[in-house]
C-alpha cells in the first residue's frame, strides 16, 4: 500500500508526499510511486499513476491450464483527515504499458492488471495509469486527497465444465445418482436438482454441518462453470492490518477481538486478544490508544514492539479471522465469497478426479510439517519442505503464503491448486458458501462494492445483497487447517461444507474471488 497526498487545483497538480511511504506487498507484489496526475478541471477527472510488479507471474494460452495470474488493484480517497472511501474507475480511458492489460468490471470498483502475451517470472511495469472520474464522487477541484492503492494477487480460472466429487461418498463429497464412476460434471450455470432419483446431484449428509440435501441449486448460484478470478493466496496479517488501517475507529473495534473503544488496553495483540503473540498471529497495536480517531495496527511477529521489521510475519496467513471479518474484507476490496463448487474447480480444474486427492492432484504427498525456516520472514517455509502442516507440533501453526512455491515446479512439490492458487489444502481453512442449506443456496454471487455497513450495531460489516450475514449461516468450511486430520483436506471432503462457526480461531482464514469481467 502506497500513500500520497495531493492538492487539486484548477489550473495544477500539486504533488508532495506525507509521513511514511507504504508498499502494497502480497507475497512480493509491490505497488510503488503512486501519485495523482493529468487532472482535467473541465472534466474533473485525474490519472492514478504507479508502478507494479510481482514474483512468479505467468500467462500460459496455448496449452494447460490455459491461464494467469493477475493483480486485483482498488484504490481508497479520503478528504483532509476524514475517512476513507472507495475510489470508482472509469471503464475507458486507463493506460496499460506494453505487454500488459487493464481491465476494468462494469462496476468500476477496481482493475485487473495481467501480462498481454504468453510468458513467466517477474512481472514488472512502470506507469500504470486509471482513470479517476473524482467529480462523481464529489470531490472538488480544490480539495487535499489522500490516496492509497491495493494490490491481491489472483488466478484465472476459465470457463468449462468440470468435476465435483472424486468417485466415492466418503467424506460427505458430492456424487452423481446411478453413475459410474459417481463423481458429476458441471456443464452449465443453470438449476441444478439435488435428490435421489437418477443422474441427480447428491451427497451423504450426517447432519447440518453436511448439509439437509434439499435444493434445487438455483440458476444464480455461481457454480463455477463461468470464468472468475480467485486470490492466488490466502489472506495474509499484512492484508488485514492495512484493512484495519483504513477504517473507522467503530469499525476497527468491530473486526477485531480485544476490546479499543477505551484508552489503555493489555490484549494489544487484538485479533487473538492476548497479551502476547499466539498461535502464529502478530497483528497488534500499542497502548494506550489515542482518546479518539482511528487506532494504527501494525505486525509484529518478533514481538519487539517496532514495526516494519524484516520478521515482522506480514506475510504470514492470516488466522483468527471469522466469517463477518472475511466477509468485510472481500466486500471492502470488491471481491466476494466463493461456492463449494468453485472450490473444487480451483482445485481440480477440468481433470478426471482422483479418489481422495489434494489440491496438488493426488491422494498422496502430505507430510507432516516438523518445523519452520526463516520464521516471520519473506523467505519463511517449512524445514522439512512439507506440503502442509499436517498433524505438526503445535506450535508450528499456520505458515506464510506461497511458502511451498520455491520447492519446485511440480504442483505436488509446491502444493498447487490445478490453476495455481496456492495452499487449497491446510495452513487455515477456506471458507466457501455452502449449497448444504437454503440461505447458502440464496447466494447469487455480487461483489463487494467496497463500501461497509453504517448502521450501529453492524458498522463495518458487509452489506451485499443475499451474501450469508454475520452470523454465518449459508457459509462453511473447505480444505482443511494445518493441524486438522487428512480427511479434510482433500479437494472433495464435505465434512464441515454448512458448519455454521463465526468464532475467531486459530484454524480460520479465507480467501475471495470475483467474476471475470465481460466488457
Not at 23 to 39: P, R
Not at 63 to 82: T, V
Not at 370 to 391: F, H, L, Q, R, W
Not at 479 to 491: A, K, Q, T
Amino acid at each position: 500500500m502506497q500513500g500520497r497526498r495531493i492538492l487539486l487545483l484548477r489550473i495544477l497538480l500539486l504533488l508532495f508526499p506525507v509521513g511514511l511511504t507504504f508498499t502494497a506487498q502480497a507475497n512480493n507484489l509491490v505497488i510503488s510511486n503512486v501519485i495523482l496526475t493529468g487532472q482535467n478541471t473541465a472534466e474533473d477527472y485525474c490519472y492514478i499513476r504507479f508502478d507494479i510488479s510481482w514474483d512468479n507471474s505467468w500467462r500460459n494460452t496455448s496449452s494447460a491450464p490455459n491461464n494467469w495470474d493477475a493483480a486485483w488493484i482498488f484504490a481508497k480517497y479520503r478528504i483532509g483527515s476524514g475517512t476513507w472511501n472507495h475510489v470508482m474507475l472509469n471503464t475507458t480511458g486507463n493506460v496499460a504499458p506494453d505487454g500488459s492489460t487493464l481491465q476494468v468490471p462494469a462496476d468500476e470498483v477496481g482493475a485487473f492488471f495481467y501480462r498481454s502475451a504468453d510468458g513467466s517470472g517477474t512481472f514488472s511495469k512502470t506507469g500504470v495509469k486509471l482513470r479517476w472520474n473524482y467529480g462523481e464522487q464529489g470531490i472538488g477541484d480544490d480539495d487535499v486527497v489522500d490516496i492509497k492503492v491495493f494490490g491481491l494477487e489472483m488466478v484465472y480460472v476459465p470457463e468449462g465444465a468440470f468435476w465435483v466429487g472424486s468417485g466415492g461418498t466418503g467424506d460427505n463429497q458430492f456424487y452423481k445418482v446411478g453413475a459410474t464412476p459417481s463423481y458429476y460434471k458441471i456443464e452449465n450455470e443453470n438449476e441444478i436438482i439435488v435428490g435421489t432419483d437418477a443422474g441427480n446431484l447428491y451427497y451423504v449428509s450426517g447432519g447440518v454441518d453436511q448439509g439437509d440435501q434439499a435444493g434445487p441449486v438455483p440458476a444464480a448460484f455461481p457454480k463455477g462453470f463461468n470464468a472468475f478470478y480467485s486470490m492466488k493466496y490466502e489472506l495474509t496479517q499484512q492484508q488485514y492490518v492495512d484493512f484495519l488501517n483504513a477504517l473507522p475507529r467503530s469499525y476497527q473495534n468491530n473486526r477485531t477481538t480485544t476490546s479499543i473503544t477505551g484508552t489503555d488496553i493489555t490484549n494489544v495483540f487484538v485479533l487473538t486478544g492476548t497479551a502476547s503473540m499466539s498461535s502464529r498471529n502478530g497483528v497488534r497495536c500499542d497502548s494506550p490508544l489515542p482518546a479518539t480517531g482511528p487506532v494504527h495496527f501494525y505486525c509484529d511477529y518478533n514481538q519487539n514492539g517496532s514495526e516494519g521489521d524484516a520478521d515482522d510475519g506480514r506475510e504470514i496467513a492470516c488466522n483468527f479471522i471469522n466469517w463477518a471479518d472475511l466477509m468485510a474484507y472481500l466486500d471492502w476490496s470488491g471481491l466476494r465469497p466463493m461456492t463449494e463448487f468453485e472450490f473444487e474447480k480451483i482445485c481440480r480444474g477440468p481433470l478426471t478426479p482422483v479418489l481422495n486427492e489434494y489440491a496438488w492432484g493426488l491422494s498422496s504427498g502430505l507430510v507432516r510439517n516438523t518445523g519452520i525456516t526463516d520464521p516471520g520472514t519473506i523467505n519463511e517455509t517449512s524445514a522439512n519442505n512439507a506440503n502442509v502442516s499436517y498433524k505438526g507440533d503445535p506450535t508450528v501453526g499456520q505458515l506464510r503464503v506461497g511458502a511451498y512455491a520455491k520447492n519446485g515446479t511440480s504442483r505436488t512439490q509446491s502444493g498447487a491448486s490445478y490453476y495455481g492458487a496456492m495452499e487449497m489444502s491446510g495452513n487455515t481453512w477456506e471458507r466457501p458458501v455452502t449449497i448444504g442449506n437454503a440461505t447458502g443456496r440464496t447466494y447469487t454471487g455480487l461483489h463487494g462494492d467496497g463500501n461497509l455497513s453504517t448502521l450501529v450495531g453492524s458498522a463495518g460489516d458487509a452489506n451485499v445483497s443475499y451474501w450469508p450475514g454475520e452470523d454465518a449461516t449459508g457459509g462453511g468450511f473447505r480444505g482443511g487447517w494445518w493441524n486438522e486430520s487428512n480427511i479434510y483436506l482433500r479437494v472433495s471432503a464435505r465434512g464441515f461444507a454448512s458448519h455454521v462457526g463465526d468464532l475467531r480461531r486459530e484454524r480460520m482464514g479465507g480467501r475471495g474471488v470475483r467474476t471475470a469481467p465481460t466488457n
